[in-house]
T-cell receptor, first 108, second 115 residues
Framework: AQRVTQPEKLLSVFKGAPVELKCNYSYSGSPELFWYVQYSRQRLQLLLRHISRESIKGFTADLNKGETSFHLKKPFAQEEDSAMYYC??????????FGPGTRLSVLP | DVKVTQSSRYLVKRTGEKVFLECVQDMDHENMFWYRQDPGLGLRLIYFSYDVKMKEKGDIPEGYSVSREKKERFSLILESASTNQTSMYLCASVPEDLSGLGIQYFGAGTRLSVL
């Protein structure tokens, strides 16, 4: 069965430090992977998707098929990055599978 | 700008009550979803619908049902609410062609407490 794991429930970093939110998936096919973010008192929204190879708000994520990972990275964290982050997998022709989420706290 | 509106932000119900959670989207999307969001478990799919009057069970449909009488509205029904259904409920809508962009547009959520 398809599965997404995010090993850290909570990640705390200081402002200006690099941040990496880990995501691993299990899926035998070619995956579509996404990162969703939920800021305090806001709705869940798409942050980025691997197919676009884009950088949003300074975040990037690279798909590593060998390690079945899609870690989210940012070189210099900002306080406004504090939020709940969900990694999601969409197997071909199927519905999304979400990870349990990682709460990022950026300390001043 | 896509808008997905959930009728209530907070609901408090008693065990055994019938509960309706409403979701309306204004972008003519074919596909709509209901999730529950629990700490440490992420989002779990309850039901989804790809068209009017069409519904499919997700991963955790027990204790829930849905209704899609109009394209823009997708209702989640708890026939007899129980305390283990206390949760945050999220509605999402997706444009037609699930093999496309894959962007889910979420509502603000309904936090349901069952006492």
């Amino acid at each position: 069965a398809q599965r997404v794991t995010q090993p850290e429930k909570l990640l705390s970093v200081f402002k200006g430090a690099p941040v990496e939110l880990k995501c691993n998936y299990s899926y035998s096919g070619s995956p579509e992977l996404f990162w969703y973010v939920q800021y305090s008192r806001q709705r869940l929204q798409l942050l980025l998707r691997h197919i676009s190879r884009e950088s949003i708000k300074g975040f990037t994520a690279d798909l590593n098929k060998g390690e079945t990972s899609f870690h989210l990275k940012k070189p210099f964290a900002q306080e406004e990055d504090s939020a709940m982050y969900y990694c999601a997998l969409r197997p071909y022709g199927q519905n999304f599978v979400f990870g349990p989420g990682t709460r990022l706290s950026v300390l001043p | 700008d896509v808008k997905v509106t959930q009728s209530s932000r907070y609901l408090v119900k008693r065990t055994g009550e019938k509960v309706f959670l409403e979701c309306v989207q204004d972008m003519d999307h074919e596909n709509m979803f209901w999730y529950r969001q629990d700490p440490g478990l992420g989002l779990r799919l309850i039901y989804f619908s790809y068209d009017v009057k069409m519904k499919e069970k997700g991963d955790i449909p027990e204790g829930y049902s849905v209704s899609r009488e109009k394209k823009e509205r997708f209702s989640l029904i708890l026939e007899s609410a129980s305390t283990n259904q206390t949760s945050m409920y999220l509605c999402a809508s997706v444009p037609e062609d699930l093999s496309g962009l894959g962007i889910q547009y979420f509502g603000a959520g309904t936090r349901l407490s069952v006492l």
